[in-house]
C-alpha cells in the first residue's frame, strides 16, 4: 500500500492511474479537492478496490496520523500543492498554508509513523517529495541547464513555497533520519490538465473561438515534459533513489512560449480546423506580461539517467500530438471543468464508502 497525496490533481491523478494500471499494489489517495482536485480524473477507478480516495488535507494531523496508522503505507508520495504561479502572485496565502505548513505537517505526521515501525518496514520506507525546477531561480540564454547542484533562487510565491517545502524535507532527511526522495521536474503537459496552464488554455480557448493569451512577447523558455515521463521517473526514484538525494526530472524540450502555441495551432489546424478555414494562429494575443516571470528553465536530466537508468518515451512532437487529440476526444471532461460540473462529481459517482474515510 502506498499513499499519494494530491492524487486527484493533474500530475497526481495521472500517477494514480499509472501505478494502478501497472501494479497489484493500492493507493490511499488524500486530496483536498481545491478548485484543481478532479474525481472525474479518475472515474475508471470507480469501484476499483486498490483505489481508496479520501478528501482531506495533508495540514490535519489526526487525520493523517489515523490514515497512516489504518493503512500501514510502504511510502509517501506528496503531490499535494498548490501549483499555480498566477494564483500565487494574487493570493500567496494558500500556497504558504499548503506547500509550507502542510508540508511541514505532512512530515511530521510521516515521521511520528516511520519513528516506530519495525526495524524492517523502517528501512523499507520511503517519503518521496515531488517538486519543481522553478526552485532554481531563471536562466539566461546561455547558461547551462539546472542541475542539482544549482542553488536554490525561487522569484515567486509558488516557487518560494516549494523551495520551502524542499527544505523541510531536506532537514527531516538530515536531523531525523526519515528516508527521503526529491524530485525537481519541469513543466509538465498531457490529459487531464487543468486549463489554466497554459497548453490546456490554449487549446480550450482555440476551440472556443477566443483569444490566446501569450504574456509579454512570447520568448519565456520553458522545458517541457509529457506527464507520463515524469510519472515513470517518479517510480524510478520511489524503487532505486539514493536516499536524502534530489533528482532533477525533464526532457530535454527547451521551447520559447510563442513555439509552443504555434504549434498547438497547427495541430488544431490539422485535426479541428476552423469553420471558417482560417488559422488558429489568428487567435493569438500579446497581453501584459506575468510579474517576476521567470525567462528560462532547463533542465539537465543527467543524473537521473546515470544514476537510475531512466529516460522519457515520448517526444516533445509525440507528446503534444497526444495531449490535443486528448483535449479533442474528451470535450465532456473540459466542459464540466469550465462549467464547474466536475466539482459535483464526488457527490454523483463516489459512494460513500470512498468518500467516507474522511
Ligand atoms: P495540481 O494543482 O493540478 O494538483 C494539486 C492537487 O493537490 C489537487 O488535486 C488539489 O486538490 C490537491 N491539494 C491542494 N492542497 C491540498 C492540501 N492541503 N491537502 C491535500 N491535497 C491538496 O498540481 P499538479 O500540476 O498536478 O502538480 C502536482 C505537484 O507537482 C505539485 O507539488 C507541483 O508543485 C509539482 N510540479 C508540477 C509541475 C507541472 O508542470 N504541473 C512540474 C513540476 C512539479
Ligand atoms: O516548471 C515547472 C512548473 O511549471 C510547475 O512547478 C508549476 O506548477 C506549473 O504550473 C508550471 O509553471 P509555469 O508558470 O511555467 O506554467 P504556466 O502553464 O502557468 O505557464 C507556462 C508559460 O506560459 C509561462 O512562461 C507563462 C506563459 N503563459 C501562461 C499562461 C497561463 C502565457 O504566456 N499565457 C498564459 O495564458
Not at 200 to 208: E, G, Q, R, S
Not at 300 to 312: H, M, V
Amino acid at each position: 500500500m502506498i499513499l499519494v497525496t494530491g492524487g486527484a490533481g493533474f500530475i497526481g491523478a495521472n500517477f494514480v492511474l499509472d501505478w494502478i494500471a501497472n501494479s497489484d499494489e493500492p493507493v490511499v489517495n488524500l486530496d483536498k479537492l481545491t478548485y484543481a482536485g478532479n474525481l472525474e480524473t479518475l472515474a475508471s477507478l470507480k469501484g476499483n478496490p486498490k483505489h481508496i480516495f479520501v478528501q482531506g488535507d495533508i495540514g490535519d494531523s489526526a487525520l493523517v496520523d489515523r490514515l497512516l496508522a489504518e493503512h500501514k503505507p510502504r511510502a509517501v508520495v506528496n503531490f499535494a500543492a498548490e501549483s499555480h504561479v498566477d494564483r500565487s502572485i494574487h493570493g500567496p496565502e494558500d500556497f504558504v498554508q499548503t506547500n509550507v505548513l502542510g508540508t511541514f505537517r505532512l512530515l511530521e505526521s510521516v515521521r511520528g509513523f516511520w519513528s516506530a515501525l519495525p526495524a524492517e518496514q523502517k528501512s523499507a520506507f520511503r517519503f518521496l517529495h515531488v517538486s519543481t525546477d522553478e526552485v532554481y531561480g531563471s536562466l539566461s540564454k546561455t547558461d547551462p541547464a539546472f542541475t542539482e547542484e544549482n542553488k536554490y533562487e525561487p522569484n515567486s510565491p509558488y516557487s518560494a513555497s516549494k523551495a520551502a517545502s524542499d527544505h523541510l524535507v531536506r532537514a527531516w532527511h538530515h536531523t531525523y533520519g526519515l528516508p527521503v526522495l526529491t524530485t525537481n521536474c519541469s513543466n509538465n503537459y498531457g490529459p487531464f490538465h487543468f486549463p489554466e496552464k497554459l497548453i490546456p488554455l490554449m487549446i480550450v480557448n482555440a476551440l472556443a473561438g477566443k483569444n490566446l493569451p501569450v504574456y509579454g512577447d512570447g520568448m519565456q523558455v520553458r522545458d517541457w515534459l509529457y506527464v507520463k515521463d515524469h510519472c515513470s521517473a517518479i517510480r524510478r526514484v520511489l524503487e532505486a533513489g539514493k536516499l536524502g538525494e534530489t533528482y532533477n526530472v525533464g526532457g530535454w524540450n527547451e521551447k520559447p512560449n510563442i513555439e509552443i502555441v504555434n504549434t498547438v495551432c497547427a495541430l488544431l489546424d490539422e485535426l479541428r480546423p476552423r469553420n471558417d478555414g482560417k488559422p488558429y494562429k489568428e487567435q493569438i494575443t500579446y497581453v501584459t506580461d506575468r510579474p517576476g516571470h521567470d525567462r528560462r528553465y532547463a533542465i539537465d536530466a543527467r543524473k537521473l539517467e546515470a544514476e537510475l537508468g531512466w529516460k522519457p518515451a515520448e517526444t516533445f512532437d509525440t507528446g503534444i500530438r497526444k495531449t490535443v487529440e486528448w483535449y479533442l476526444a474528451n470535450s465532456e471532461w473540459v466542459r464540466n471543468v469550465q462549467s464547474g460540473a466536475y466539482r459535483e462529481w464526488v457527490e454523483k459517482q463516489y459512494d460513500n464508502s470512498t468518500k467516507a474515510a474522511a
